[in-house]
C-alpha cells in the first residue's frame, strides 16, 4: 500500500483529478487481454515526460512499483501490476506532435492509438505500416514496448523496423533520447532497439518518433478455402516460393472458422478445414498482375473457393471475419490460453502437425490461425477449468516442438508475466543472464513493471 504522505505527493505530481485511489477506479487498470488481473494501489495519469520523471523519482526514493499501461489489450500481461504499485495511464499523453511530410517521419505521443496514427497520415497520403489486428484500439507506447507485429509484417516488418527514435523515462527518472530524426544513425549503441520490445521494463516511452512510407497506391484481397489444412499451408508457402510478396498473408483453422460462423451467424466457409486470406499491394497494374498469379496458385493447391474482392465493401467482409476470431473463440469454451510462436515460414506445416499431435495427447481442442506469411501461429487451447492442468503441459510441449523447428516462443505478444518460465528454453542461461545485468543497471531497484520477462523469483 502507499502511505498517504506518497499518495499526497503523486497528487501534487499528477494533479489531483489524475491520481485514481477508488477501488471502482482501480479495478479498471488491473487487467489485460490475457485475463489475468490484479489491484494497483493507485492510477496516475500524467500528461508530461516531467510528471512521469518525477513519479519514477519518487518511486524509487519511496520503492513502490510502477506498471506503465496502454490501453490494456496486450496479450501477456505486460500491464498487469501483480505486486501492487501505481498504473501509469497514458490516455492524456494522446497527441499527434508532429507529421513532417518531407522527411518522412511522425512524432507521437505514447498514448495516440494506432488506428487514429494510421488515419492521419493515410489522408495526406502517407503509410504507418505496422497494423496489429488489435489497432483500432492498442496505442502507440504499448505497440513500441512490445514490439507489436500485425497483419502487414510479412511484407513491411514489425514496430522495432518503423521506431527512429525515443524519449524515455529511465526507471530512476533520467530523460534521455535515443535514436535520430534520420533515416540512419550509428551513433553508439542502439539504444532504441534495446527499449523497443522490452515491455516496460527498461524505460518509460514518452516521445517516439517513427518512420513513414508513400502510401500504397492499390490494394487487392482474396480469400480461397481448403478441405485441409495442410493444403491451406501448402498454398500459403506457395504464394512466397513464387515471388509474391503479400502484404498479409493469414491462416485460419476449422475451429476458428466454426466459431466465427456461429458468432456472426454467417455461413462464410461452406464446410471447409481451412482459410487463407490474401492481401497484395502495389501499384495497380502489378496488383491485378499478382492478385491473379495468387488466384491461379491457390486453385493449383487445390482451393475449393476462392473469392476476389472487387470492391471496399467485399474487402472489409473478407477481413471481418478475421478479426471475429478473437471475440468468437469465447463461444467455444470460457478461457483460452493464447500463445503466439513463430517458425521459420516454411516449417508451417511441420508445426501444425505437432500442434495437432499435442492436442491429441491431451484430448484438447486446440484452434489455430495467425499470419502464416511470416510464420506467427497464435494457437489457442481452448480450455474450462478443469482442462487447466492438461494446457500447462500442452503448452510447455508447443514451445518445445517450436524451439526444435528453429522458431521461437513469442512472436510479437512478449513474455510478459505468462511466458516468463519458459524464456530460459529459448534463451539459455547466458543470454539470460546478459539481459538481467541490463534490467539490474537501468533499474537497480526493480520499480519499474517488476514480475515481468523474468520469473519474480529470479
Ligand atoms: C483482439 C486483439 C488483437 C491483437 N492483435 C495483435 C496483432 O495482430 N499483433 C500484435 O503484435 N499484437 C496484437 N495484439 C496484442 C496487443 O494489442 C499489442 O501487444 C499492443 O501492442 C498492446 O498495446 P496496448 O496499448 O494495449 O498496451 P498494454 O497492453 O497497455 O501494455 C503492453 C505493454 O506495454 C507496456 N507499455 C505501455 N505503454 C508504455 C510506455 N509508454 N512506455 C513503456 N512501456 C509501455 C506495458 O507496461 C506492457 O508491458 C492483439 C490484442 C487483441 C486484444
Same mark, same amino acid.
Given at each position: ?15 489531483? #483529478?489524475? &491520481?485514481?485511489?477508488?477501488? $471502482?477506479?482501480? +479495478? @479498471? ?7 489475468? !488481473? =490484479? ?62 511530410? #518531407?522527411? &518522412?517521419?511522425?512524432?507521437? $505521443?505514447?498514448? +495516440? @492509438? ?7 497520415? !493515410? =489522408? ?335
Amino acid at each position: 500500500m502507499l502511505k498517504p504522505s506518497v499518495v499526497k505527493e503523486l497528487k501534487k505530481i499528477v494533479g489531483p #483529478d489524475n &491520481l485514481f485511489t477508488s477501488s $471502482e477506479e482501480l +479495478v @479498471v487498470y488491473s487487467y489485460d487481454a490475457t485475463q489475468r !488481473e =490484479s489491484l494497483p494501489w493507485a492510477v496516475a495519469r500524467p500528461v508530461s515526460t516531467e510528471e512521469v520523471s518525477k513519479v519514477l523519482v519518487l518511486a524509487n526514493r519511496e520503492h513502490f512499483p510502477v506498471v506503465p499501461r496502454g490501453a490494456g489489450t496486450g496479450m501477456s500481461g505486460g500491464s498487469v501490476p501483480i505486486q501492487g504499485g501505481v498504473v501509469l495511464s497514458f490516455e492524456r499523453m494522446n497527441h499527434i506532435l508532429e507529421i513532417d511530410e #518531407d522527411d &518522412l517521419i511522425a512524432v507521437v $505521443e505514447p498514448g +495516440v @492509438v494506432t488506428g487514429d496514427l494510421q488515419r492521419e497520415v !493515410e =489522408s495526406r497520403g502517407l503509410f504507418y505500416p505496422p497494423d496489429p489486428a488489435s489497432h483500432q484500439f492498442c496505442t502507440m507506447g504499448g505497440n513500441v514496448a512490445e514490439c507489436a507485429g500485425g497483419l502487414r509484417a510479412v511484407k513491411y516488418g514489425v514496430t522495432k523496423d518503423y521506431v527512429l527514435g525515443l524519449e524515455v523515462v529511465l526507471p530512476t527518472g533520467e530523460v534521455i533520447r535515443t535514436g535520430a530524426r534520420t533515416a540512419k544513425s550509428v551513433a553508439g549503441y542502439d539504444l532504441t532497439k534495446l527499449m523497443v520490445g522490452s515491455e516496460g521494463t527498461l524505460g518509460i516511452v514518452t516521445k517516439i518518433i517513427v518512420k513513414l512510407l508513400p502510401l500504397p497506391e492499390s490494394v487487392r484481397t482474396l480469400s480461397a478455402f481448403f478441405s485441409t489444412i495442410e493444403n491451406a499451408a501448402v498454398a500459403a508457402s506457395s504464394i512466397i516460393a513464387n515471388r509474391i510478396l503479400p502484404r498479409a498473408l493469414e491462416l485460419v483453422d476449422q475451429a476458428a472458422l466454426r466459431a466465427v460462423e456461429s458468432y456472426l451467424k454467417q455461413d462464410i466457409s461452406s464446410g471447409a478445414a481451412a482459410m487463407l486470406i490474401v492481401e497484395v499491394d502495389g501499384p495497380i497494374e502489378s496488383t491485378a498482375r499478382d492478385i491473379g498469379r495468387v488466384e491461379e496458385l491457390m486453385t493449383r493447391a487445390g482451393a475449393m473457393r476462392i473469392t476476389r474482392a472487387e470492391t471496399e465493401v467485399e474487402r472489409e467482409q473478407i477481413w471481418k471475419a478475421r478479426r471475429a476470431i478473437s471475440p468468437a473463440l469465447y463461444t467455444i469454451k470460457p478461457k483460452k490460453v493464447n500463445e503466439d510462436i513463430v517458425v521459420p515460414r516454411s516449417k508451417i506445416p511441420d508445426i501444425l502437425r505437432a500442434i495437432n499431435e499435442i492436442a491429441k495427447r491431451h484430448d484438447l481442442l486446440i484452434v489455430n490461425f495467425g499470419h502464416a506469411g511470416d510464420g506467427n501461429i497464435h494457437t489457442n487451447i481452448m480450455i474450462d477449468e478443469a482442462e487447466a492442468e492438461r494446457a500447462a503441459i500442452a503448452v510447455k510441449e508447443l514451445f518445445e516442438a517450436t524451439l526444435r523447428l528453429g522458431g521461437s516462443i513469442s512472436g510479437e505478444h512478449g513474455i510478459g508475466l505468462s511466458k516468463a518460465r519458459y524464456l530460459p528454453m529459448e534463451l539459455g542461461a547466458d543470454a539470460l543472464g546478459v539481459m538481467k545485468k541490463i534490467k539490474g543497471t537501468l533499474d537497480p531497484n526493480n520499480i519499474l513493471n517488476p514480475g515481468k520477462i523474468f520469473l519474480s523469483a529470479e
